[in-house]
């Protein structure tokens, strides 16, 4: 695994938590010589697992919109910055460039990114292994609906079972590395 993106809140959330373990993230990257591909602002939790990453030796990709430039700030110090037309472009190149994706806690945009290329997985436009750090129990209502999902008949169990969770960013990692990317249809039989 050469590279991890990672969808983050761009605020630093309420509590303390949130950045501390943003900055764990970046250094474990660095530590496993994995490079770190977010969405290229230095503000919030996105600075943060970005300024951890870069302090511990680490190298970041990140991306980020001309509308977002000014607004979210673009990080100047990272290893390399790219400046896309729009939110699609971010996106996609955002995907192309890694082998696997986190999401840290954050918003609509946080959560709308996991849920997109967890449905480029599921519909196997790409084979790439996800997971949520679940700091703090930020995402335990979350993982407690999508477990209703398959049970309700709207996906199947082994889909369901891509998206990885852990609290610890070192054993979420593993999981992604080890991930079994099932071969069977989207598609739920009546």
Not at 27 to 52: F, H
Not at 138 to 155: E, R, V
Not at 159 to 184: T, W
Request: glycine share 12%; aromatic share 6%.
């Amino acid at each position: 695994m050469q590279s991890i993106c990672v969808f983050c809140g761009s605020s630093i959330g309420q509590s303390p938590a949130y950045r501390a373990m943003a900055m764990r993230l970046g250094e474990t990257l660095a530590e496993q010589g994995i490079e770190l591909v977010y969405g290229g602002a230095q503000v919030g939790l996105m600075g943060a697992v970005a300024d951890a990453c870069l302090a511990a030796g680490g190298r970041v990709f990140g991306v980020i919109p001309e509308h977002l430039d000014r607004i979210e700030i673009a990080h100047t110090g990272l290893t390399e910055l790219q400046v896309v037309a729009d939110m699609h472009t971010r996106k996609s190149v955002m995907a192309q460039r890694a082998d696997a994706f986190i999401a840290l806690p954050g918003g609509v945009g946080t959560l709308e990114e996991l849920f997109e290329v967890w449905t480029w997985t599921q519909l196997g436009i790409h084979r790439k292994p996800l997971g949520v750090l679940n700091v703090a129990g930020f995402y335990d209502g979350l993982l407690g609906f999508l477990n209703q999902i398959p049970t309700a008949g709207f996906m199947r169990p082994k889909h369901r079972a891509l998206l990885q969770d852990s609290d610890q960013p070192d054993r979420l990692i593993e999981c992604l590395k080890q991930a079994h990317l099932p071969d069977v249809p989207k598609w739920v039989e009546p």
